[in-house]
């Protein structure tokens, strides 16, 4: 049997796998680097067989223990039913929904500003007719759920800030990756036309955390991945992630996505 510091992964299978990680599918890690979806469906491909799963997510968690860090994914390993191994990835990964209540802002120091900007103002454009679908995508309930840490309450608290439109406070909370890469003025022009078509959030489940000590475009350190399942008055089946980075003693906000 093949150990994991036996398996040799290229560059480009890495890439795809820490994109994946951090709440990519395989259309917008195809989109972010410029690629078909076609050729990320094959690097995925390739990792998952020389990793011996059947999940590409699995294929990400086992590159992020490879890496150093350690996965806790407690909520479920795949929405959507299980998989089968020779499918491709558009039918393992859950589809990016489409209606009118942006559905995808990657609002972090990792992203260009501009690229961002434009594409939360076209997905503000867009109609759609598919929350039946994304209904049909609700996680059990009878999943144990992880308990709150000290990071995951103040990832929390730092999202209850853009529940109240502080937007300038949610940057002055966040970490120093996050202000080098958008100022303050940019992050409440942006973060605003995100959420507040949204609407009001009735709820928020803390749904997984994953430690690990590297993610794409971003230096060495010790980072946390935290996920929420938030239901808002004008989207209920949204995942909130925010990425936290360590700054001794404390955990700062550096990458926030939802979708």
């Given at each position: 049997?093949?150990?994991?510091?036996?398996?040799?992964?290229?560059?480009?299978?890495?890439?795809?796998?820490?994109?994946?990680?951090?709440?990519?599918?395989?259309?917008?890690?195809?989109?972010?680097?410029?690629?078909?979806?076609?050729?990320?469906?094959?690097?995925l491909r390739d990792a998952r067989r020389k990793l011996g799963v059947s999940s590409s997510r699995e294929a990400a968690r086992r590159l992020a223990e490879m890496d150093g860090g350690t996965p806790n994914f407690v909520g479920p390993k795949e929405i959507g039913g299980v998989e089968a191994a020779s499918?491709?990835?558009?039918?393992?990964?859950?589809?990016?929904?489409?209606?009118?209540?942006?559905?995808?802002?990657?609002?972090?120091?990792?992203?260009?500003?501009?690229?961002?900007?434009?594409?939360?103002?076209?997905?503000?454009?867009?109609?759609?007719?598919?929350?039946?679908?994304?209904?049909?995508?609700?996680?059990?309930?009878?999943?144990?759920?992880?308990?709150?840490?000290?990071?995951?309450?103040?990832?929390?608290?730092?999202?209850?800030?853009?529940?109240?439109?502080?937007?300038?406070?949610?940057?002055?909370?966040?970490?120093?990756?996050?202000?080098?890469?958008?100022?303050?003025?940019?992050?409440?022009?942006?973060?605003?036309?995100?959420?507040?078509?949204?609407?009001?959030?009735?709820?928020?489940?803390?749904?997984?955390?994953?430690?690990?000590?590297?993610?794409?475009?971003?230096?060495?350190?010790?980072?946390?991945?935290?996920?929420?399942?938030?239901?808002?008055?004008?989207?209920?089946?949204?995942?909130?992630?925010?990425?936290?980075?360590?700054?001794?003693?404390?955990?700062?906000?550096?990458?926030?996505?939802?979708?």
């Amino acid at each position: 049997m093949t150990t994991d510091d036996q398996v040799v992964l290229s560059a480009r299978e890495k890439e795809a796998l820490r994109l994946l990680l951090v709440g990519h599918d395989a259309k917008s890690i195809a989109n972010t680097l410029g690629l078909s979806v076609h050729t990320i469906n094959d690097r995925l491909r390739d990792a998952r067989r020389k990793l011996g799963v059947s999940s590409s997510r699995e294929a990400a968690r086992r590159l992020a223990e490879m890496d150093g860090g350690t996965p806790n994914f407690v909520g479920p390993k795949e929405i959507g039913g299980v998989e089968a191994a020779s499918s491709v990835d558009r039918a393992k990964e859950p589809e990016l929904p489409r209606s009118s209540g942006h559905r995808l802002a990657w609002l972090t120091g990792g992203m260009l500003i501009m690229s961002l900007i434009i594409a939360a103002a076209a997905l503000l454009t867009i109609s759609g007719q598919d929350d039946a679908r994304v209904s049909a995508q609700n996680i059990s309930t009878s999943i144990a759920r992880p308990a709150e840490t000290k990071a995951s309450a103040d990832a929390r608290k730092w999202v209850e800030l853009l529940d109240e439109g502080q937007w300038d406070a949610s940057w002055q909370a966040a970490g120093t990756l996050f202000k080098a890469k958008i100022t303050s003025a940019q992050w409440a022009t942006t973060i605003q036309s995100v959420r507040q078509p949204l609407g009001r959030p009735s709820s928020r489940t803390f749904q997984s955390v994953m430690q690990t000590k590297t993610l794409p475009g971003t230096p060495a350190g010790d980072y946390q991945i935290i996920q929420f399942q938030t239901r808002f008055a004008n989207k209920p089946n949204a995942v909130e992630t925010v990425v936290l980075s360590r700054e001794q003693p404390y955990w700062r906000v550096s990458e926030y996505f939802i979708r």
